[in-house]
């Protein structure tokens, strides 16, 4: 018992420590010169404007970039920007610039980089009004491969730019988080999650500001883009794994609140009972975790909820089944249509996330047109074949953004299903599912968010909520 008290203790220690390092934060601007950094590419210019850089655009220059002398792997990186809506631009992290011309192959084909090229992760600042694409924050490939979210990581343009346009603040300062940690990347606009993949491309460079080349644009010459309040705090492998079910001040400002803390079941109850299940859910190192065939049955939120956003991340073993459900009515019955009476009470009724091997869990073959895999709303709506799926043992997220009849999945940043509650494509999809002979399925007003025990060991972490006005 005292061993494992003392790795209790100390894993609790590397928390505390995590969540320290992460709240501090280094400079990379001194508010004073540019000392630190190297200008490369295009003579853009670069200037101090009180406690701001300003790259204001020079006619007839390639895109030019004021990059860090240091280079960074494994880090949080936040800043500041304001821009001229003119003006593309946009931040570099793990980047690169060789001397001499090289080539990398990506996916079977050949990446000519030429000498003195930037090139690598580019966070973006896309906000013009008139091309109307609104990607700020999106993750973009310089000098590689081009989008990659939205693009061929995942990621729907389209909604990405409603979404842009929304949060997006035109003519003031934006914040941007930046979580790099191993190949996940991960990227933040003003509290609001954007861009989420898994890219190993590049594991490490330097950072750089981007003000974009211009040509034949009289109308851009001058244009100008501003950050500040550059703070960047370096992970190393125990704090990037340990440093999890925290909200940063960002997300707490922006209205986040952690749904599960970390540690306990407060907030949590069986979906049969007003008690937390007494087998079958563990909480360990700050993960949760429903153990196969623990017979503990599924756990609800206490609090009801109706216009939300939800994060968690889940891990599966193989063949593994569970799922996220929201608009969760624990004690709705089916029911039967002979007798007209309610059937036995099953599982929590409610719109699933669905959580699952598709290799190897039977379930994904079942339904229709594959609408019980992974990221799927189950049994109703299938996500997309192309998905993109961590492979079984490593952590996926899953993100649920819900504002009055309209919901939206997506797995791992990618949208992976669309649905407004209550539509005529919406109850025709219920008349034909499993759900068919349950009143007014999915179309309640509120309900308990559920996390799933179906007979295999699942895990989840990060569980977080914000709670948003209704429009």
């Keep these: 018992m005292k061993l494992i008290h003392s790795f209790s203790l100390l894993a609790s220690c590397c928390v505390a420590v995590a969540a320290l390092a992460e709240s501090a934060g280094t400079d990379l601007f001194n508010g004073k010169d540019l000392s630190g950094w190297t200008q490369r590419g295009g003579k853009a210019k670069y200037t101090i404007e009180g406690e701001a850089i300003v790259g204001t655009c020079v006619l007839n220059t390639p895109n030019s970039f004021l990059c860090t002398d240091k280079t960074y792997g494994d880090f949080i990186f936040e800043y500041d920007f304001k821009v001229d809506p003119r003006l593309n631009s946009g931040v570099q992290i793990r980047s690169e610039c060789f001397d001499a011309a090289k080539q990398i192959e990506w996916e079977g084909k050949p990446i000519a980089i030429p000498a003195g090229r930037v090139h690598g992760y580019q966070v973006e600042i896309d906000p013009n009004p008139i091309q109307n694409r609104w990607w700020s924050a999106g993750l973009y490939d310089e000098g590689r491969r081009k989008w990659i979210y939205p693009g061929f990581a995942g990621g729907n343009g389209k909604a990405f730019t409603e979404q842009g346009r929304k949060i997006f603040k035109q003519g003031d300062w934006n914040h941007v988080r930046v979580e790099a940690r191993g190949d996940s990347l991960k990227t933040w606009l003003n509290g609001t999650p954007c861009a989420d993949v898994k890219d190993s491309m590049t594991p490490r460079g330097f950072i750089a500001l981007q003000v974009h080349g211009i040509a034949k644009e009289t109308d851009k010459d001058g244009a100008q883009v501003r950050w500040r309040n550059l703070k960047i705090t370096e992970l190393n492998a125990a704090i990037a794994s340990s440093a999890v079910n925290t909200l940063t001040a960002e997300e707490k400002t922006a209205g986040w609140q952690l749904l599960w803390d970390g540690k306990t079941s407060e907030g949590w109850r069986s979906a049969k009972s007003e008690n937390f ?167 309640w007003a509120d309900g308990h968010i559920l996390l799933q025990e179906h007979g295999d060991e699942v895990s989840y972490r990060n569980v977080k909520i914000r709670v948003l006005s209704a429009k």
């Excluded at 891990?315 to 309610?342: E, R, Y």
């Excluded at 299903?417 to 499993?434: D, I, P, T, W, Y």
Aim: hydrophobic residues 35%; neutral net charge; aromatic residues 8%.
């Design 277 to 443: 299940p007494a087998h079958g859910w563990t909480m360990k190192d700050g993960v949760l975790t429903v153990h196969d065939t623990s017979g503990g049955g599924d756990i609800i939120t206490r609090q009801r909820y109706s216009d939300f956003e939800l994060m968690a991340e889940f891990k599966i073993t193989p063949g593994a089944n569970s799922g996220i459900k929201i608009f969760v009515q624990p004690n709705l019955s089916p029911i039967d249509k002979v007798t007209s009476k309610p059937t036995g009470l099953g599982s929590a009724i409610g719109c699933e996330f669905q959580v699952l091997d598709d290799a190897k869990h039977p379930d994904a073959k079942l339904g229709k047109n594959g609408n019980r895999t992974v990221g799927s709303l189950y049994d109703l709506i299938p996500a997309p074949a192309d998905k993109k799926v961590s492979v079984v043992g490593d952590w996926n997220s899953a993100r649920i953004l819900s504002r009055g009849k309209h919901v939206t999945f997506w797995l791992n940043g990618q949208e992976t299903v669309n649905f407004e509650r209550g539509s005529e494509s919406f109850r025709a999809l219920v008349a034909a599912s499993k759900y068919h002979n349950i009143p007014s399925f999915g179309e």
